[in-house]
Nanobody, 129 residues
Framework: QLQAFGGGLVQPGESLKLTCEVR????????IGWFRQAPGKEREAVSC????????VEDSLRERFTITRDEFKKAVVYLHMNRPKHEDTAVYYC????????????????????????WGQGTLVTVSS
């Protein structure tokens, strides 16, 4: 079970942190990722993080978004959205393949139709002035 929260209305340039909690299995070393889906668009990868901290961030977001794991609760992953723009408005989903040491770039290459991927319910982020 994955639960994403922390979304809401934010002004352009105002930072926001999303939280993903993974429960139901030992996710401390599982690779976990964030995807997003804007209205009328396909779901796309944002960022993924491996159990030991190796990360992948989509090129277009690398300068503004970072992903981290909680220092003490490794099954909790954060997405730090810095300087958000209007085009970052989307439903943000956290996901995992429940496997240890999947390379983050590999997990982030998944799509909404990829088998054996677990998705959270999503949290809506609206960037608007």
């Amino acid at each position: 079970q994955l639960q994403a929260f922390g979304g809401g209305l934010v002004q352009p340039g105002e930072s926001l942190k999303l939280t993903c909690e993974v429960r139901g299995f030992n996710a401390d070393m599982a690779t976990i990722g964030w995807f997003r889906q804007a209205p009328g668009k396909e779901r796309e990868a944002v960022s993924c993080i491996e159990g030991l901290g190796l990360t992948f961030v989509e090129d277009s977001l690398r300068e503004r978004f970072t992903i981290t794991r909680d220092e003490f609760k490794k099954a909790v992953v954060y997405l730090h959205m810095n300087r958000p723009k209007h085009e970052d408005t989307a439903v943000y989903y956290c996901m995992t393949d429940a496997k240890f040491f999947t390379r983050p770039a590999t997990l982030c290459a998944a799509s909404a139709s990829t088998d054996n991927i677990y998705w959270g319910q999503g949290t809506l982020v609206t960037v608007s002035s």
